[in-house]
């Protein structure tokens, strides 16, 4: 079949499954997808896909509805937000709060001016009552979403005025308010003269949402293919209206199907942003259509989330909880052929516990160089230098044949994108290592210290996440070749139970997610501590998935939790963080996750991207909602 053949057909597909989305659902005054006018309606991909229980709009309740379509980045709202890129108007946002957070000398409270005249879609307007009841209500109710980490904070929540809120802390913590500081997500405040009429919170579904964003929901399929938002006539009334007039009168969050599919919607223009994409979609949409580009106008493309995929390991597993076994699977890597094998090259490698992504090279990678260079590794049997800062450019020389004029030349832009150093292959030294740990290769195979065979499952999510599944299939050949009993463990539609539940050995994942805009480690660090670790077999709170106990990170964490926000002493921490990542080596950093959101121009102009970085794409987001008022229609 040609390709205009293929592409006719695949219309034709997209056009029935297009009617096929404006069947009315039961109980539901609905408008038909297909008769928004296209010219006032931005199509965008929800990454979550099909919802199984679409009708399931309570946030605040763990019960399998959705939040990425659309309610999180468009009817949620919450104190303030840190944009992963440069923001608005600087990176920090004032949302819902006036102000930023105020504490007392020994942060055991925190006060909250809030702005006034904002209002619920349904005309109520928004005040402390709301705020005092999101964190009471959650406290009282144990299991919902934010229930443990108020209840572990929280001594007593009061509002003096309609407009100010009092926390009272057990216990000091200078980052209280990230809590409720949106990155991606956040604690978002709930409408009390809603919920104050509910008997239990955790059971209702909040169907229809009252919004507090700029959008209110109009209409969604019962079936969870897709969700219509309408820009709500008093959107001045809103925090976002501060910025001016959303574009879009409607938003459609839909679930476009595999990768393939998604790639024919936008040659067709019914998708104007993709979520993720294969790097191979990308560079086809690249390639064939004018209209379609990523963060990058060329090559990497991708846009370089503060997120750090690596091999996690589960520290409660006897196999690894000796650190120099965790480094002989380390020095067993070839980073390039991962990068080759995931992302076709297309990645941005880290050696370090922090994404390359945002301020943290020229906070974190590029100081620290020298220390990287300089760091030492016992095998046992000698001292090594393990660090290679060429790595990166390394990568690079292996795609000038393929990517030619596309790649930067210019030193810096390369690091940026490509990334910086990564430690050399040794086999050697992880010979060395696994010997001083008791380990013995008995024939072409490594037996344990136990004398049992050194097995290792590498749990990938399969075909919903093609890069990182590609990632952990070239490490386990990787392992093998070296007489590691390795296999791979795909868990497609199991990842998060499973990695929640501590049951796997590793798994290409990310525990590390920061803020991106900035250098402060706590929006995951915080929750490296060990008061958070669950008992082997119970799942585990975020974000500590390799469950890492440490008396050090303690000691580091509780320092940060003792500074303000903006203190350049959270940055010395920060650093201290990375330098007993290196020695500890609990996960091993392979690279930022990069996503390959493709924005298409057909119907709407004014996307974010590197060269005008004032947010970040990835429409899952909570902080995609700034895009919305950058947007103009063709």
Known sequence: MTLHRSVAAACTAITAAWLALAAPAPAQAQTAFSDLP?????????????????????????????????????????????????????????????????????????????????????????????????????IKNPGMRWSAVFGLNVASVSAPDPYTVVFKLKKPNSRFHALFTVRWNAA????????????????????????????????????????????????????????????????????????????????NHQLDVIHDVAPEGMFTLAKQSKSSHGWFKSFPYGHPDPTLPAVIFNLQN??????????????????????????????????????????????YHGPLQDWLKAFELDTGKRKIRPYDPTIGQQIAAMLKPS????????????????????????????????????????????????????????????????????????????????????KVDTAQGTMLTRRAGGDFDTVISWSVETWGGHADLSYFLDSWHSQFVAPAGQPQPLRNWQRWSSPELDKIVEQVRGVGFDDPKGIELGREYVKLAVREMPIIPLMSYNVFTVMDDTYWTGWPSSDNPYTNPVPNWGNSRYMLVKLKPR
Do not use: C
Not at 56 to 69: D, L, M, P, R, V
Not at 328 to 333: P, R
């Open 188 to 267: 978002w405040i709930m409408p009390k003269h809603v919920f104050e009429k509910v008997a239990d919170p955790r059971q209702f579904d909040f169907n229809k949402p009252v919004s507090l964003g700029a959008y209110v929901l109009k209409s969604y399929d019962p079936d969870g293919k897709w969700y219509v938002w309408q820009l709500r006539d008093d959107w001045q009334r809103t925090t976002l209206g501060r910025f001016g007039k959303p574009g879009p009168k409607y938003l459609a969050y839909v679930d476009p199907g595999p990768p393939d599919k998604r790639v024919i919607a936008q040659l």
């Open 318 to 363: 006897e196999t690894f909880k000796n650190r120099d076994v965790r480094w002989a699977l380390a020095l067993l890597i070839d980073i390039k052929a991962v990068s080759m094998a995931s992302y076709r090259g297309a990645a941005t490698i880290s050696a370090i516990g922090v994404p390359p992504t945002g301020t943290h090279p020229e906070i």
């Open 38 to 138: 296209r010219k006032e309606t931005l199509i965008l991909e929800n990454p979550e896909g099909t919802i199984k229980n679409a009708g399931w709009f309570n946030i605040w309740a763990i019960s399998g509805g959705s939040q990425s379509n659309g309610l999180q980045q468009v009817a949620m709202d919450t104190f303030w937000y840190i944009d992963p890129e440069k923001g608005l108007d600087g990176v920090w946002d004032n949302s819902l709060a006036a102000d930023k957070p105020a504490y007392n000398a020994d942060f055991t409270e925190m006060t909250v001016k809030l702005r006034k005249g904002i209002y619920w879609s349904d005309g109520v307007e928004f005040t402390a009552a709301d705020v005092v009841h999101t964190v009471e209500s959650q």
């Open 403 to 486: 990517m030619g004029d596309q790649l930067p030349t210019d030193p810096d832009k390369l690091a940026t994108s490509i990334g910086m150093g990564w430690w050399k292959t040794n086999p050697e030294a992880a010979k060395e290592l696994l010997e001083k740990a008791g380990f013995k290769r008995v024939g072409d195979a490594w037996m344990t210290a136990d004398g049992k065979p050194f097995t290792v499952r590498v749990m990938v999510e399969g075909e919903a996440r093609p890069v990182m599944t590609r990632a952990g299939a070239m490490i386990v050949q990787q392992w093998r070749q070296f007489g590691i009993d390795a």
